[in-house]
Protein backbone atom coordinates (compact mmCIF):
# COMPACT_ATOMS: atom_id res chain seq x y z
CA UNK A 1 0.00 0.00 0.00
CA UNK A 2 1.19 3.27 -0.77
CA UNK A 3 0.78 6.10 1.29
CA UNK A 4 1.75 9.79 2.15
CA UNK A 5 1.16 12.06 5.40
CA UNK A 6 -2.49 12.08 5.28
CA UNK A 7 -3.90 8.93 3.13
CA UNK A 8 -3.65 5.59 2.33
CA UNK A 9 -3.33 3.85 -1.08
CA UNK A 10 -6.11 0.66 -0.61
CA UNK A 11 -7.54 -1.66 -3.38
CA UNK A 12 -10.59 -3.73 -3.32
CA UNK A 13 -12.23 -6.20 -5.71
CA UNK A 14 -15.21 -5.53 -8.26
CA UNK A 15 -15.50 -6.98 -11.42
CA UNK A 16 -13.05 -9.52 -11.57
CA UNK A 17 -10.53 -6.74 -10.84
CA UNK A 18 -8.85 -4.26 -8.17
CA UNK A 19 -10.29 -1.03 -8.00
CA UNK A 20 -7.80 1.98 -6.77
CA UNK A 21 -8.27 4.21 -4.29
CA UNK A 22 -7.27 6.47 -1.41
CA UNK A 23 -8.27 5.86 2.09
CA UNK A 24 -8.15 9.27 3.94
CA UNK A 25 -9.08 7.88 7.90
CA UNK A 26 -11.21 10.06 10.00
CA UNK A 27 -12.15 9.98 13.98
CA UNK A 28 -16.06 10.98 13.54
CA UNK A 29 -17.41 7.51 12.45
CA UNK A 30 -18.51 8.67 9.36
CA UNK A 31 -17.69 7.87 5.97
CA UNK A 32 -17.83 9.99 2.60
CA UNK A 33 -17.25 7.62 -0.73
CA UNK A 34 -16.11 9.75 -3.26
CA UNK A 35 -15.94 9.45 -7.43
CA UNK A 36 -15.35 11.54 -10.30
CA UNK A 37 -17.14 11.96 -13.61
CA UNK A 38 -16.81 10.35 -16.55
CA UNK A 39 -13.30 10.29 -17.45
CA UNK A 40 -11.86 12.06 -14.60
CA UNK A 41 -9.67 9.95 -11.95
CA UNK A 42 -9.96 10.61 -8.28
CA UNK A 43 -7.02 12.92 -7.86
CA UNK A 44 -7.99 15.89 -9.88
CA UNK A 45 -12.34 14.79 -9.23
CA UNK A 46 -11.86 14.35 -5.35
CA UNK A 47 -8.73 15.56 -3.70
CA UNK A 48 -9.84 19.18 -3.26
CA UNK A 49 -12.76 18.68 -1.29
CA UNK A 50 -11.35 14.81 0.22
CA UNK A 51 -8.99 16.79 1.46
CA UNK A 52 -11.30 19.13 3.58
CA UNK A 53 -14.04 15.74 4.52
CA UNK A 54 -11.28 14.58 6.10
CA UNK A 55 -10.03 17.82 8.04
CA UNK A 56 -13.65 17.80 9.26
CA UNK A 57 -13.22 14.24 10.45
CA UNK A 58 -15.18 12.03 8.38
CA UNK A 59 -13.25 8.91 6.52
CA UNK A 60 -13.11 9.52 3.17
CA UNK A 61 -12.99 6.53 0.17
CA UNK A 62 -11.92 8.37 -2.97
CA UNK A 63 -11.79 5.91 -5.99
CA UNK A 64 -11.17 5.19 -9.67
CA UNK A 65 -13.62 3.26 -11.55
CA UNK A 66 -12.31 0.37 -13.96
CA UNK A 67 -10.71 1.02 -16.92
CA UNK A 68 -9.48 4.34 -15.67
CA UNK A 69 -6.52 6.17 -13.70
CA UNK A 70 -4.78 3.22 -11.49
CA UNK A 71 -7.83 0.82 -11.22
CA UNK A 72 -7.52 -2.40 -13.21
CA UNK A 73 -9.31 -3.58 -16.58
CA UNK A 74 -9.06 -3.47 -20.19
CA UNK A 75 -9.45 -1.89 -22.36
CA UNK A 76 -8.62 1.40 -21.15
CA UNK A 77 -10.39 4.66 -21.05
CA UNK A 78 -13.98 3.51 -21.42
CA UNK A 79 -16.91 3.90 -19.79
CA UNK A 80 -19.50 1.44 -19.07
CA UNK A 81 -22.62 2.31 -16.81
CA UNK A 82 -23.28 -1.03 -15.15
CA UNK A 83 -19.88 -2.01 -14.41
CA UNK A 84 -19.84 1.95 -12.50
CA UNK A 85 -22.58 1.13 -11.02
CA UNK A 86 -20.99 -2.34 -9.47
CA UNK A 87 -17.82 -0.55 -8.81
CA UNK A 88 -19.45 2.02 -6.88
CA UNK A 89 -21.68 -1.06 -5.06
CA UNK A 90 -18.08 -2.62 -4.00
CA UNK A 91 -16.56 0.69 -2.91
CA UNK A 92 -19.83 1.29 -0.66
CA UNK A 93 -19.03 -2.65 0.73
CA UNK A 94 -15.52 -2.04 1.18
CA UNK A 95 -16.04 1.48 2.61
CA UNK A 96 -17.68 -0.06 5.48
CA UNK A 97 -14.98 -2.30 6.48
CA UNK A 98 -12.61 0.44 6.82
CA UNK A 99 -11.15 0.96 10.09
CA UNK A 100 -13.95 3.24 12.75
CA UNK A 101 -16.24 3.58 10.49
CA UNK A 102 -19.92 3.03 11.03
CA UNK A 103 -21.73 1.56 8.17
CA UNK A 104 -24.75 3.12 9.18
CA UNK A 105 -23.36 6.21 8.40
CA UNK A 106 -22.13 6.01 4.62
CA UNK A 107 -22.50 8.73 2.40
CA UNK A 108 -21.80 9.01 -1.84
CA UNK A 109 -19.91 11.87 -3.22
CA UNK A 110 -20.61 12.23 -6.73
CA UNK A 111 -19.79 14.64 -9.30
CA UNK A 112 -21.17 15.05 -13.19
CA UNK A 113 -21.39 11.85 -14.41
CA UNK A 114 -20.75 10.23 -11.35
CA UNK A 115 -23.45 12.70 -9.36
CA UNK A 116 -26.06 10.42 -11.64
CA UNK A 117 -24.45 7.13 -10.52
CA UNK A 118 -24.65 7.99 -6.57
CA UNK A 119 -28.74 8.84 -7.65
CA UNK A 120 -29.03 5.45 -8.93
CA UNK A 121 -26.88 3.69 -6.16
CA UNK A 122 -28.66 5.75 -3.58
CA UNK A 123 -32.21 4.12 -5.35
CA UNK A 124 -30.85 0.37 -4.57
CA UNK A 125 -29.08 1.26 -0.89
CA UNK A 126 -31.82 2.69 1.68
CA UNK A 127 -29.77 2.55 4.19
CA UNK A 128 -27.07 4.95 3.23
CA UNK A 129 -26.63 8.36 5.37
CA UNK A 130 -26.62 10.66 2.97
CA UNK A 131 -25.73 11.40 -0.94
CA UNK A 132 -24.25 14.08 -2.66
CA UNK A 133 -24.94 14.66 -6.49
CA UNK A 134 -22.37 17.86 -7.58
CA UNK A 135 -23.59 19.34 -10.91
CA UNK A 136 -24.79 16.13 -11.69
CA UNK A 137 -25.89 14.68 -14.47
CA UNK A 138 -29.37 13.56 -14.65
CA UNK A 139 -30.60 13.36 -18.21
CA UNK A 140 -28.17 12.82 -20.54
CA UNK A 141 -30.88 13.23 -23.64
CA UNK A 142 -31.50 16.87 -22.20
CA UNK A 143 -27.90 17.56 -21.81
CA UNK A 144 -26.84 16.28 -25.05
CA UNK A 145 -29.18 18.05 -26.97
CA UNK A 146 -28.07 21.32 -25.20
CA UNK A 147 -24.63 20.56 -26.07
CA UNK A 148 -25.16 20.00 -29.48
CA UNK A 149 -26.10 24.07 -29.81
CA UNK A 150 -22.69 24.54 -29.22
CA UNK A 151 -20.78 22.30 -31.60
CA UNK A 152 -20.69 23.00 -35.24
CA UNK A 153 -22.67 20.25 -37.51
CA UNK A 154 -19.83 18.81 -39.03
CA UNK A 155 -18.01 17.82 -35.93
CA UNK A 156 -21.14 16.57 -34.65
CA UNK A 157 -21.27 14.25 -37.97
CA UNK A 158 -17.46 13.20 -37.76
CA UNK A 159 -18.05 12.33 -33.55
CA UNK A 160 -21.08 10.43 -34.46
CA UNK A 161 -19.23 8.17 -37.33
CA UNK A 162 -16.22 7.56 -34.66
CA UNK A 163 -18.50 6.49 -32.13
CA UNK A 164 -19.97 4.13 -34.22
CA UNK A 165 -16.76 2.50 -35.66
CA UNK A 166 -15.70 2.77 -32.30
CA UNK A 167 -18.49 0.78 -31.13
CA UNK A 168 -18.38 -1.71 -33.84
CA UNK A 169 -14.67 -2.54 -33.26
CA UNK A 170 -15.08 -3.18 -29.67
CA UNK A 171 -17.10 -6.16 -31.06
CA UNK A 172 -13.95 -7.89 -32.50
CA UNK A 173 -11.87 -6.41 -29.35
CA UNK A 174 -10.04 -3.19 -31.24
CA UNK A 175 -8.58 -0.83 -28.87
CA UNK A 176 -10.97 2.05 -28.04
CA UNK A 177 -10.73 5.23 -30.40
CA UNK A 178 -10.27 7.99 -28.22
CA UNK A 179 -11.44 11.16 -28.34
CA UNK A 180 -10.77 14.42 -25.68
CA UNK A 181 -12.56 14.96 -23.07
CA UNK A 182 -13.55 18.80 -24.20
CA UNK A 183 -12.45 20.92 -26.68
CA UNK A 184 -13.58 24.61 -28.91
CA UNK A 185 -16.35 24.17 -31.40
CA UNK A 186 -15.29 22.21 -34.56
CA UNK A 187 -12.87 19.56 -33.04
CA UNK A 188 -13.84 16.37 -32.51
CA UNK A 189 -14.60 15.81 -28.91
CA UNK A 190 -17.12 14.84 -25.58
CA UNK A 191 -17.50 18.02 -25.41
CA UNK A 192 -17.54 21.71 -26.82
CA UNK A 193 -19.71 23.78 -24.50
CA UNK A 194 -18.00 26.82 -22.93
CA UNK A 195 -17.80 26.19 -19.55
CA UNK A 196 -16.72 22.30 -20.20
CA UNK A 197 -13.40 23.74 -21.61
CA UNK A 198 -12.88 25.19 -18.40
CA UNK A 199 -12.10 21.66 -17.02
CA UNK A 200 -8.47 21.47 -17.28
CA UNK A 201 -8.24 24.79 -15.28
CA UNK A 202 -10.92 23.52 -12.86
CA UNK A 203 -9.21 19.97 -11.89
CA UNK A 204 -5.75 20.25 -13.12
CA UNK A 205 -4.37 23.84 -12.18
CA UNK A 206 -0.71 23.86 -13.48
CA UNK A 207 -0.72 20.47 -14.62
CA UNK A 208 -0.77 19.25 -10.85
CA UNK A 209 -2.18 16.25 -12.21
CA UNK A 210 0.31 14.90 -15.56
CA UNK A 211 -0.79 11.36 -15.22
CA UNK A 212 -4.75 11.94 -16.32
CA UNK A 213 -5.46 11.19 -19.52
CA UNK A 214 -8.21 13.30 -20.44
CA UNK A 215 -9.34 11.49 -23.25
CA UNK A 216 -12.04 8.58 -23.58
CA UNK A 217 -13.40 6.23 -25.94
CA UNK A 218 -15.92 7.95 -28.38
CA UNK A 219 -18.64 5.06 -28.07
CA UNK A 220 -19.23 6.70 -24.55
CA UNK A 221 -20.53 9.75 -26.35
CA UNK A 222 -24.30 7.48 -26.91
CA UNK A 223 -24.30 5.66 -23.58
CA UNK A 224 -24.18 8.69 -21.79
CA UNK A 225 -26.65 10.66 -24.16
CA UNK A 226 -29.26 7.46 -23.25
CA UNK A 227 -28.56 7.63 -19.81
CA UNK A 228 -31.07 9.35 -17.51
CA UNK A 229 -30.44 8.60 -13.97
CA UNK A 230 -32.33 10.82 -12.02
CA UNK A 231 -35.34 9.63 -13.25
CA UNK A 232 -34.49 7.04 -10.07
CA UNK A 233 -34.99 9.88 -7.20
CA UNK A 234 -38.18 8.55 -6.12
CA UNK A 235 -37.25 5.37 -4.84
CA UNK A 236 -34.24 7.51 -2.80
CA UNK A 237 -35.02 7.45 0.92
CA UNK A 238 -31.51 8.89 2.05
CA UNK A 239 -31.61 12.32 2.57
CA UNK A 240 -29.99 13.97 -0.56
CA UNK A 241 -28.77 17.23 -1.50
CA UNK A 242 -28.59 18.38 -4.93
CA UNK A 243 -25.71 20.94 -5.78
CA UNK A 244 -26.61 22.53 -9.29
CA UNK A 245 -24.56 25.16 -11.25
CA UNK A 246 -26.97 28.05 -12.16
CA UNK A 247 -25.01 28.59 -15.54
CA UNK A 248 -24.21 24.88 -16.12
CA UNK A 249 -24.34 24.44 -19.93
CA UNK A 250 -22.62 20.64 -19.90
CA UNK A 251 -25.31 18.91 -17.13
CA UNK A 252 -28.29 21.41 -17.39
CA UNK A 253 -29.52 22.40 -13.37
CA UNK A 254 -33.40 22.20 -14.54
CA UNK A 255 -33.51 18.33 -14.86
CA UNK A 256 -31.56 17.95 -11.14
CA UNK A 257 -33.89 20.21 -9.69
CA UNK A 258 -36.27 18.37 -10.89
CA UNK A 259 -35.31 15.13 -9.81
CA UNK A 260 -33.95 16.58 -6.34
CA UNK A 261 -37.16 17.63 -5.95
CA UNK A 262 -38.69 13.79 -6.85
CA UNK A 263 -36.86 12.53 -3.54
CA UNK A 264 -38.57 11.91 -0.44
CA UNK A 265 -35.90 13.90 1.54
CA UNK A 266 -34.24 15.93 -1.39
CA UNK A 267 -32.23 19.66 -1.21
CA UNK A 268 -30.94 21.96 -4.16
CA UNK A 269 -28.16 24.21 -3.25
CA UNK A 270 -27.84 26.55 -6.34
CA UNK A 271 -24.32 28.46 -6.41
CA UNK A 272 -23.35 31.29 -9.70
CA UNK A 273 -21.35 29.56 -12.38
CA UNK A 274 -21.62 27.00 -14.92
CA UNK A 275 -20.24 23.07 -14.98
CA UNK A 276 -16.91 23.69 -12.83
CA UNK A 277 -17.86 26.38 -10.46
CA UNK A 278 -17.58 24.16 -7.31
CA UNK A 279 -14.01 23.96 -8.50
CA UNK A 280 -13.62 27.28 -9.01
CA UNK A 281 -15.47 30.43 -7.96
CA UNK A 282 -17.59 28.75 -6.12
CA UNK A 283 -15.64 26.27 -4.29
CA UNK A 284 -16.29 27.65 -0.53
CA UNK A 285 -19.87 28.34 -1.08
CA UNK A 286 -20.17 24.60 -2.10
CA UNK A 287 -17.50 22.67 0.39
CA UNK A 288 -19.19 24.84 3.55
CA UNK A 289 -22.78 23.50 2.22
CA UNK A 290 -21.61 20.04 1.42
CA UNK A 291 -20.18 19.88 5.01
CA UNK A 292 -23.10 21.37 6.73
CA UNK A 293 -25.24 18.70 4.96
CA UNK A 294 -22.93 15.98 5.96
CA UNK A 295 -22.96 17.17 9.76
CA UNK A 296 -26.40 16.81 9.93
CA UNK A 297 -27.33 13.99 8.78
CA UNK A 298 -24.21 11.73 9.51
CA UNK A 299 -23.20 13.37 12.95
CA UNK A 300 -25.94 15.68 14.41
CA UNK A 301 -28.62 12.63 13.73
CA UNK A 302 -26.37 9.58 15.65
CA UNK A 303 -25.80 12.15 18.91
CA UNK A 304 -22.17 12.91 17.42
CA UNK A 305 -21.03 15.71 19.63
CA UNK A 306 -18.93 18.65 17.53
CA UNK A 307 -16.74 21.37 18.59
CA UNK A 308 -15.48 24.32 16.57
CA UNK A 309 -12.14 25.06 15.03
CA UNK A 310 -10.30 28.13 16.24
CA UNK A 311 -11.68 30.69 13.55
CA UNK A 312 -15.20 29.37 14.48
CA UNK A 313 -16.40 28.08 10.89
CA UNK A 314 -15.74 24.55 10.46
CA UNK A 315 -17.66 22.35 13.31
CA UNK A 316 -15.17 19.38 13.99
CA UNK A 317 -15.31 16.42 16.46
CA UNK A 318 -13.11 16.83 19.63
CA UNK A 319 -9.75 15.88 19.45
CA UNK A 320 -8.54 16.90 16.06
Not at 28 to 40: D, E, H, K, P, W
Not at 273 to 298: M, N, T, W
Amino acid sequence: MQQDSRRTKVRFASGGTDCVAWHYPGDNGACVVMSAGGAVTKEPGTDRFAHRFQAAGFTVLAFDYRHLGESGGTPRQIVRMNEQLADLEAAITFAATLPHVDPHRIALWGFSLSGGHVLRAAARNPRLGAVIAQTPLTDGLVAAALAGRHQRPLATLRFALRGLIDGLGSLINRQPLLVPLAGPPGTVAMLATPDSRDGDRALNPANTYPQWQQEVAARTGLRIALYRPGRHTTHITSPLLVLVGNQDQTAPPGPSVQAAQRALQGKVVRVPGGHYAPFLDAHEQAIEAELSFLRVHLLDSAGVPTTHDLDGRHPIPPGR
